[in-house]
């Protein structure tokens, strides 16, 4: 059986880059597609990612180092050894997405964020992503499961995450962020979402999700897939 083709990951940590990791090319755009690394270069690549349009994705135009700057930003993150930052890049070299590890050191139940450009979401690029990371932390590495928190307005987060094999494990409420408008409630596409939004006290709520994959269970969707027909 020929060796399945390979990708280096650089991941960040005390003392900037410490080490690598081989990581699996994510099965349906490989071989030109890989989990790389975060470097200070992505974050501008990121920033002149298209803006979202969509209301309720609006927040991921917001950056997390928008207030302290991307260098002290970058830097902090390298620094810290229990976050691992991983740029997603398509076959032309450009960065189309990044995931994140926290919680790393000394926890064998890291916890998980992603998020995709607006140009790329839609496309199966993000549960390739996901794959792709969980071979590596639960196969290579040998963590015991992942989690997350996705909100429940997220409909295609959640069945992405569903179609790799995360289940919901529970489920809290957290505030609206100050200033987000919700007008878009009103309109006709948007309804359905409304039972997941609850006021209390005079703040705005919205319904969020706690997921997670073990170790275990994604071996047996792993053999699963490993036992479907390649195709031709």
Known sequence: MPAPDLSVA?????????????????????????????????????????????????????????????????????LDPAVERYAVVDEGSRVIGVIGLVDVDGRRSPLLSIFLGADFVGQGLGSDA?????????????????????????????????????????????????GQSLAFLAEPQYQSLRPCFRKEGGRTYVLFFNMEIRADDWRKLEDQRNRRPKPA
């Not at 090319?25 to 969509?54: F, I, K, M, N, Q």
């Not at 997350?148 to 790799?164: E, F, H, I, P, S």
């Open 10 to 78: 650089w991941v960040t940590g005390a003392a900037g880059l410490i080490g690598h990791y081989l990581v699996q090319l994510a099965p349906r755009h490989a071989p030109g597609w890989r989990v790389l690394g975060l470097t200070r270069a992505d974050l501008d690549e990121v920033e002149a990612w298209t803006p979202y349009t969509d209301p309720l994705y609006l927040a991921w135009n917001r950056f997390p180092w928008q207030q302290m700057g991307k260098d002290l930003w970058y830097d902090l993150q390298s």
């Open 130 to 178: 996901l794959l792709t990371l969980l071979r590596h932390v639960l196969g290579e590495r040998g963590l015991a499961r992942v989690r997350l928190a996705v909100a429940a307005t997220n409909v295609r987060a959640c069945r992405a995450y569903q179609k790799c094999g995360f289940r919901v494990t529970g489920s809290r409420y957290r505030p609206v962020e100050a």
